[in-house]
């Protein structure tokens, strides 16, 4: 493919100065060869949606060249892909990309190297022609025949993630309420656990059943799968095949996640991730633009909790970005995602975890934090570039989708005005 | 007008009923009369943005038999102003609602009994044809042509407003950013200055700004007009004319509002109001429907410190409603939101304010407590009733509402899938 | 008893106006018999820590006449319960509040009429002679002499509550960390649920285990029971006599508390309440002093929500105030707590439950709000003191507090330096 | 001092590691000079109240070996500022660290190389023998005789900070009030500001008055100086010589402390910093040790305005640290903390600022976010030790104070129960 070897050409010119940085990290460190495989092998779902500009209530900026349907939104991941050898996945949102082809979609995706992860249903929103509303909730409707139009499309949603090789359908619900008053709290949950349990028995075997939480918006007194309790008790009650799902952005303020993750490990309910950064709420932002530390902290406790469950990093659970490109070119958001995501993982990896047990067990607080900070504060990104050379990717990916004039060629295919289905 | 005889006729059905509850109150009460007159004095804007379905970036679900252009949204506000007699102005907004025809609909708000309050600009989203694009803010924008285009479309909303008798230029901006290094602080700031001393030196004499602040939504890092405190700092530095706007929504967690209501009073600088309620964010709930004891502590302060400067409470400031009706009908929505705003008003009028100056300076606080809890835990709804009635208002203005079938009628007329402009 | 025909006396001056409000409010309702008659018998247990002044980090300013012993705080719990008939019982914590004679201190109690509600354990300070510290926590300690010293001193507050026919063992940990990687939160966990299990085992039969969650203070990274979630899983582990306790102020900013409320009692898992009020964390403020709405539909899923189980609001859950009295006399602070909780009570029963299930079944939100705001707005004052009337206390607690002079006569036998235990 | 020597032994053993460090960065550098140069000058204050444990309402777990009065205090300070050669100076808090005999306490600061940075008066607590309490506050209060005595005690500290040639007085008020009603707003303003211009009268006239902000704690309603808003307005009214204090722990969930910061120092109004770190409110934690890229984003604003303005970053303010040391020996805890600090600094010495006005002028959010990532995931560390080194310090403050066994020569000193007085 013509923009491997345009990646390949770019590299060459930087990789003298990238060597001498390798070098240098992979001799103050001891586990170099082990952190590059893992690095290697790890892989970020992309979203179907987050591949056009996002916005807000108040309004959206598309920018250009978006893709205006599931064969494009395809070759954009493919370039993402390309470019970083750390995207070979997408997530697809049902409506919004359902493949009319499956079989040419199966062979597009495949000619990029890209396979389908989780697929994620929709009754957030009403669709054309659709014969009853969602605007009061949809799994946990006071109305049994809602609810059952609801249960029927992510039946449906399951059967397009069989034909594409998915293995997890994702739900997230708007469901709740805006008004104190408005709904009664336990039938909503009772009535969801019934919706959920009907979607759940027509799960394939190898199927999971992912459960979203998240606090508020669009509902702003109460969501009916509001917190991590919540979805976890759902998930016990519905069995084996049912985990959580973590947004990193659906928390209240200073919800410490990283405790969250840890226990759900510890559970065997972790289903995977939606990675993105926020400030204030849902806020969608690229993925450690906020606060880094925290995303290495998480990662501190999945590394640390999946190796002590002896799960494979890469594939034991879900990982995916969810986030919102209101005022960044999505594909260069996506790559910032992505190398943040990579580099927290790989400071993960770098935590003397011996030493941390030892220091944990005396209490010495201090040392504790010199150690996570030792490995917080080590300049990786040597190393997550390493790895993607050894994966022909691109030493910058951003710099390389900018010098490689990717956007223009696109809108330029597209058009100015393209606008992508999504949110 | 055949509204208002419907309404009579409905409430004397209800009258003995209501008189019996008015009776008791009174006689429990010292200040009847005084509050009753301040009651029916008193007046909340509506706002035209707010008389169709709201929603959120997720999706919006209408309803039908919403006001279709500016004609019917005055339509709207007639109605409701005819069953509660508080809703006896609009606040438009510019370019959603600009009018044609400038004489016939000051007729047409004129035969409603209504009057134009403060005219707002829209810079947060691009308009069709519009050279520039505000996708990077407005005032506060790096390119000064960006800059004057938004200072010109203020400037023309303030020649609408002066065509409609509007005394008030109300500016809300979304300027802000959405990551840390996307924007220079400083440098926003005073481009925003700038801009709003032109804005500011185009006021007619008897005109004010009002500079409204929200921490953040649609930007998720920070606005360029966050808090009381940057909207204050400019307020000082252009001139007697421009002052702080308050809405309720547009706070951090655990703010403390009715402090800053006191200060901005305190300082000659309170605008006014945008009024509704939220548990989460700018969640432009019903007034009152979340929090209504912070409603009554907001009002205490606004009459206490009204008093102390001897401001009139009926025209010092800005009344106005600003929420989002997602889940309500609009007209149902706004009257509910009137009738907390008037039922916190009444609330803090009873406040025995020479016993609580004395209880203040024992710091017998526990006694503060038992006076102004005195005041809310009464039942000023027969009072707010009896305030209407005497002009002319419906007794229950909700279920006249709905029993005249009024939303029925309008839906017949206009459509069940007429939607209103607005967010 | 001397006091009580003190009350009377008090509450004869006051008799005819009360009556004319009685009257016109058990007009206006259809429930007065069944209201009066839950209100009689409801009763909210008095924390023995909260009878002296409490403070903060940065300093605590005593009154006078505190509680100098076990003794002292009995009699204090004795005249708050002979004013509001509403406190006839105490919650021991231990090792504050030892009995040390303890056939005299149930014979004490059960002269004012009082009975012992749960005991409460301390590990979250040392105690003077002890052989380990809880420094770095108590039952979820990395060693595991000092998790066998906490629970030892757990069984021990079991034991001292058997004598005193308590029915409860109360557990509030502290046990968190203070800083990333301090910790290694799947152990803590685990060692706290083996713990928990040592203390389950002890319990005796008709007993109940209740645990506590709060996300920080006095660990300001994370607490090792954080939320509900946490407590619950606990609670499930360990089996039927454990449940969550809810306490108001342990939330994050902006929770749904009801929401938590509703599913506890959904999972039989609710033990009982801490009542306080809060506007920005555990901030131990009088039980309504700051967001009474929030209390009342607390309690309207309280209601609601015990009735669809059948369960007795006496008696089925624990009701408890935990409260910090800084500066205001704790008496009187206790009195405004206990009347917040039964007028939140009361409007709760005043819920037009009927016609609510059909305005949610009809998803009428305009009309769920109506329907819970008409109870909220009454003024149910004269109703609880109709209550507490009929069961020979005090009209006006609080004023019969002070016109009787019972704090002064409380300092000058127990000194103006007199300082209770606690916090 | 035979300290010095003890730590140039101690780095000989790490120097050769160090320097390949250092080197393999400064070959990535363009401005290592430029940054050593003021990394070597960069001080920050340490506060006399920090060098004990730390505790909150629920208890304290002192360590040992505390110093026991100002002389320990000081050789305390010593040692840090030998070890790390930033902790140039002290802030010392009255009445807590009175100096009885000032030559004496300046010859012992001498001999260590400190001076005295600004002087910390305390209202929040009564001390033995006062005529007034501070329970209802201090410079706000209502009665005016607890004002002047307030106020007294400001002077008071301004004059024993004369004779340790300290130049500013920092004054944090903790009035406020508990209770919504307890207080009126605005003539606790009022109070506030006549009692700071009586103490701004009494100032020297090279000194400077700072004024910190606080939203909660100790009092949990409301703050009578409760935000940077509040603050800036009293500074604004007071004159030249006032200026707001920043604590970063002094804020509302989620603000945008950096945004504050800019703004403060664009309207000059900047006095300086207490550093620490926090999750959910005051927390006093180590700085760095919950979100360090806030702390990074902080000295961005810092280094940009400060140049803009032309100020000199080590003198231009007043950088201080304000912790409380609950789980960790306080002279690592501070060492710890001014490690943070000078690693953030240096990240924002580092910040292509030329390039990023560029970005920021063309909107190029991506490239802005890339330019401040770049710098902050650059490894700083060996460029803080070097410009350690070059002033004699030790390359690993932390490991030498441990090695050196300097708290249990301390503790053998002092006694395993020395307790020292602050917070």
């Known amino acids: 493919m ?16 990238h060597r001498h940085r390798f070098e240098f990290l992979a001799g103050q460190l001891s586990s170099t060869a082990d952190v590059l495989a893992k690095l290697r092998k790890f892989q970020v779902a992309i979203p179907s949606w987050a591949l056009g500009t996002g916005g807000t209530r108040f309004g959206r900026f598309s920018g250009g060249g978006e893709p205006r349907n599931l064969s494009e939104k395809i070759a954009d991941v493919g370039v993402l892909h390309a470019l970083n050898r750390s995207g070979g996945s997408m997530s697809l949102h049902i409506p919004w990309d359902v493949p009319d082809d499956v ?25 054309p022609g659709q014969p009853l509303s969602y605007k009061f909730g949809s799994l946990h409707h006071v109305d049994s025949a809602v609810r059952k139009q609801a249960v029927r499309h992510n039946i449906e949603v399951i059967r397009q993630g069989e034909a594409l090789s998915s293995k997890a359908l994702s739900v997230w619900l708007s469901d709740g309420s805006n008004f104190p008053g408005q709904l009664n709290f336990r039938r909503a949950f009772q009535n969801t656990l019934e919706s959920l349990q009907e979607i759940y028995a027509a799960l394939p075997a190898d199927w999971q059943l992912w459960i979203e939480y998240k606090p508020f918006e669009p509902n702003f007194y109460a969501t009916t799968i509001g917190d991590w309790g919540q979805s976890l008790l759902l998930a016990n009650k519905l069995g084996p095949k049912a985990a959580t799902l973590v947004d990193l952005g659906h928390h209240l303020p200073n919800t410490n996640i990283e405790q969250i993750v840890s226990l759900l490990l510890m559970e065997g309910k972790l289903a995977g991730f939606h990675f993105n950064d926020s400030k204030y709420g849902d806020d969608d932002l690229t993925v450690g633009s906020i606060n880094p530390y925290q995303l290495f902290l998480i ?24 986030a919102s490109h209101n005022v960044k070119d999505p594909i260069e958001d996506l790559l910032q995602s992505v190398e943040a995501i990579k580099i927290a993982y790989a400071q993960a990896l770098l935590v003397d975890r011996p030493a941390l047990q030892v220091a944990q067990q005396e ?24 790895a993607r050379l050894r994966e022909n990717g691109a030493l910058d990916p951003v710099g390389a989708f900018r010098t490689l004039g990717i956007r223009n060629e696109l809108t330029a295919r597209r058009g100015s005005d393209a606008i992508a289905t999504g949110l």
Chains 1, 2, 3, 4 share one sequence.
């Open 2 to 17: 013509q923009l491997t070897e345009k990646i390949q050409s770019l590299n060459e010119r930087q990789l003298a100065a």
């Open 103 to 127: 079989e040419a979609i199966r062979a597009e995706a495949g000619a990029w190297g890209l396979r389908f992860d989780a697929v994620n249903s929709n009754t957030f929103q009403d669709q």
């Open 299 to 322: 990662f501190c406790e999945l590394v640390e909790g999946m190796d002590q469950r002896q799960m494979d990093h890469a594939t034991a659970i879900g990982w995916m970005i969810d």
């Open 363 to 386: 209490n010495d607080t201090v040392r504790c934090q010199e150690i996570l900070q030792a490995a917080y504060r080590t300049d990786v990104r040597p190393l997550v570039a390493e």
